[in-house]
């Protein structure tokens, strides 16, 4: 199969072709079957081809394949939105928009901060991922790739460590950089948000310091900053929870969704505080295929699925299951290049490292084709991609995610 007409700008992880799968596992092509450790870099807590998820997009199917809201509203959009608004665990009216991805929510975010603050400035923090479209760019905490050769992005944008036991950087740190920052970069008047993730993902499954978050979030209220979660990647139940920022005791203005918000199907969406979302002029907000009918049936049926017990269920039997066998590893030990655990919950990378602690990339690129020869695919993550990052679907099967466990072991056993 011809792969001629793709752009080349497009980096593969895995050069094969799948065909088709079925909850944690996928077949390619040729008929060889892996156990899926990357779904769809997070979009499939449910697994491939959930069968509420398949019956709610064959039955809309047959009802109404698309309409642009702005045009004229459709009952799946609304009943979503009143869906999702209720699903958001804060204490204050919640409003929102639908979106095609997480890269536009946060697009539209800093609209939407900027009309409520009259402010441009935006922080954002070190190995940081909030998209690929030029403003998100920006965002991001590391260049290569994504900021190479596309010369001056949008700004104003400054960046902060990020802290957490994941990484080393400290709480204190972090509130010194931070110090630094208004005395000698910004006005503090002139920022209109702070976006951070509330546990890393494209930086290595890095898990935000409680105390750092709770610290932030003060600092926001006080100065009358606006504080952004992206939920993209730790959202909809990957931590064992609804959402990350959860286990952080904060209540973010704006919150960003996409990825496992849809059961695999294209969607996205910004919610938060009611009086944020409505400040801009009508027509300000809006787009014509956000919120396609068949993406909100599917996520109905994705946020059927995901009660609060089931999702408490499948993170801490997921969780359990990593944490035991990662124990075990590191006791015999199983590789001189295990690293460190990082993370929370079923969201878990593990750090492949020399002794000194500096990371091996080398052995990371090697463990990914002794995988996925062996039958499981995994993804990287890290500024040194040298971090492997565990998004097994919720709904796997223990005795899948023991043998895709059990593959992952021998094939470290092998790095050299």
Same mark, same amino acid.
């Not at 036991?165 to 000698?184: I, Q, W």
């Given at each position: 199969? /011809?792969?001629?007409?793709?752009?080349?700008?497009?980096?593969?992880?895995?050069?094969?072709?799948?065909?088709?799968?079925?909850?944690?596992?996928?077949?390619?092509?040729?008929?060889?079957?892996?156990?899926?450790?990357?779904?769809?870099?997070?979009?499939?807590?449910?697994?491939?081809?959930?069968?509420?998820?398949?019956?709610?997009?064959? *039955?809309?199917?047959?009802?109404?394949?698309?309409?642009?809201?702005?045009?004229?509203?459709?009952?799946?959009? &609304?009943?979503?939105?009143?869906?999702?608004?209720?699903?958001? +665990?804060?204490?204050?009216?919640?409003?929102?928009?639908?979106?095609? /991805?997480?890269?536009?929510?946060?697009?539209?975010?800093?609209?939407?901060?900027?009309?409520?603050?009259?402010?441009?400035?935006?922080?954002?923090?070190?190995?940081?991922?909030?998209?690929?479209?030029?403003?998100?760019?920006?965002?991001?905490?590391?260049?290569?790739?994504?900021?190479?050769?596309?010369?001056?992005?949008?700004? +104003?944008?400054?960046?902060? +460590?990020?802290? /957490?036991?994941?990484?080393?950087?400290?709480?204190?740190?972090?509130?010194?950089?931070?110090?630094?920052?208004? /005395?000698? *970069? &910004?006005?503090?008047?002139?920022?209109?948000?702070? &976006?951070?993730?509330?546990?890393?993902?494209?930086?290595?499954?890095?898990?935000?310091?409680?105390?750092?978050?709770?610290?932030?979030?003060?600092?926001?209220?006080?100065?009358?900053?606006?504080? &952004?979660?992206?939920?993209?990647?730790?959202?909809?139940?990957?931590?064992?929870?609804?959402?990350?920022?959860?286990?952080?005791?904060?209540?973010?203005?704006?919150?960003?969704?996409?990825?496992?918000?849809?059961?695999?199907?294209?969607?996205?969406?910004?919610?938060?505080?009611?009086?944020?979302?409505?400040?801009?002029?009508?027509?300000?907000?809006?787009?014509?295929?956000?919120?396609?009918?068949?993406?909100?049936?599917?996520?109905?049926? !994705?946020?059927?699925?995901?009660?609060?017990?089931?999702?408490?269920?499948?993170?801490?039997?997921?969780?359990?299951?990593?944490?035991?066998?990662? !124990?075990?590893?590191?006791?015999?030990?199983?590789?001189?290049?295990?690293?460190?655990?990082?993370?929370?919950?079923?969201?878990?990378?593990?750090?492949?490292?020399? $002794?000194?602690?500096?990371?091996?990339?080398?052995?990371?690129?090697?463990?990914?084709?002794?995988?996925?020869? $062996?039958?499981?695919?995994?993804?990287?993550?890290?500024?040194?991609?040298?971090?492997?990052?565990?998004?097994?679907?919720?709904? !796997?099967?223990?005795?899948?995610? *023991?043998?895709?466990?059990?593959?992952?072991?021998?094939?470290?056993?092998?790095?050299?």
């Amino acid at each position: 199969m /011809s792969r001629e007409t793709i752009s080349q700008s497009i980096s593969i992880v895995h050069p094969i072709s799948l065909s088709h799968g079925k909850n944690a596992e996928v077949w390619d092509t040729t008929g060889k079957r892996y156990i899926d450790f990357v779904g769809g870099i997070g979009v499939l807590n449910l697994g491939h081809c959930h069968p509420g998820v398949v019956e709610a997009i064959r *039955e809309q199917a047959t009802r109404l394949t698309h309409y642009a809201f702005n045009a004229a509203p459709h009952a799946p959009y &609304i009943e979503l939105m009143d869906r999702l608004c209720a699903f958001i +665990p804060v204490d204050y009216a919640v409003s929102g928009m639908l979106t095609n /991805s997480g890269a536009e929510a946060a697009e539209n975010a800093l609209k939407i901060v900027r009309g409520a603050t009259g402010r441009t400035a935006v922080i954002a923090f070190d190995g940081a991922f909030h998209g690929r479209t030029l403003a998100t760019l920006n965002l991001n905490g590391k260049v290569a790739p994504y900021k190479q050769k596309v010369g001056v992005l949008p700004g +104003p944008v400054y960046h902060l +460590p990020y802290p /957490s036991a994941d990484n080393g950087v400290t709480c204190a740190e972090a509130l010194k950089a931070m110090d630094r920052l208004f /005395s000698v *970069e &910004i006005d503090v008047n002139d920022v209109a948000c702070f &976006i951070i993730e509330p546990v890393q993902g494209e930086g290595g499954f890095l898990a935000l310091d409680i105390e750092f978050a709770q610290a932030l979030h003060r600092f926001c209220d006080d100065k009358n900053i606006l504080l &952004i979660a992206d939920e993209i990647q730790s959202g909809f139940g990957r931590t064992g929870q609804r959402f990350a920022f959860s286990r952080l005791g904060i209540k973010p203005d704006l919150i960003l969704l996409g990825k496992s918000i849809a059961g695999g199907v294209p969607l996205g969406a910004v919610v938060g505080r009611k009086a944020l979302l409505d400040n801009l002029p009508k027509g300000g907000l809006g787009g014509t295929y956000s919120g396609n009918p068949i993406a909100c049936a599917a996520a109905l049926a !994705t946020l059927d699925a995901m009660t609060d017990e089931q999702l408490k269920t499948w993170g801490s039997q997921q969780e359990a299951a990593i944490v035991s066998r990662y !124990t075990a590893w590191r006791e015999q030990p199983l590789s001189p290049y295990l690293g460190r655990l990082t993370g929370v919950g079923a969201m878990r990378g593990i750090e492949l490292a020399h $002794a000194d602690g500096t990371p091996a990339p080398q052995q990371l690129t090697q463990l990914l084709s002794l995988a996925r020869e $062996a039958g499981l695919l995994l993804m990287p993550s890290g500024k040194s991609r040298h971090i492997i990052r565990l998004l097994a679907p919720l709904t !796997t099967e223990p005795a899948v995610l *023991e043998q895709g466990l059990d593959i992952f072991e021998a094939c470290l056993k092998q790095l050299a």
